[in-house]
């Protein structure tokens, strides 16, 4: 396998080991630390498309739109929406100050509303990965 399969399945691979902790959190009530993991398993999911697009290593980014452009996928305007809020719960889930803020906020309702959009978030994007 050449370094840049590699590196896409690596994405894949460990994106998909994200997705099953943000379940995993969800199911023990850690909402906010379930949507930091959401946010996660679409980064590598995005960064392994960037892989399959650029045929370069991927970026060091957390800004899952951005991540979207470099892939040139076709997003819509709820899938932008989304990406941004989503992009949000990656500084509320490492940073102490923003983090304590975030765990304020997130209650069982506003995870799972989040994990369902990442999951039809996800499931699209596996889709783009049989496009290219």
Known sequence: MNKIKQQIEYWKISAGRNWKTALGLFELKHYDSCLFFCHLTIEKMLKG?????????????????????????KITDEQRKNLR???RFNVSGRYDDAKHNFYKIVNKLYA?????????????????????
Do not use: G, M, R
Request: hydrophobic residues 45%.
């Open 112 to 132: 799972e509303k989040y994990l369902k959009i990442s999951k039809d978030l996800i499931l699209w994007l596996k889709k783009q990965y049989q496009k290219n």
């Open 49 to 73: 498309l960037v892989v399959q697009k650029t045929k370069n290593l991927a970026p060091y980014i957390h800004h899952l739109e951005k991540l979207a452009e470099l892939a040139e996928l």
């Open 85 to 87: 809020i989503i992009t």
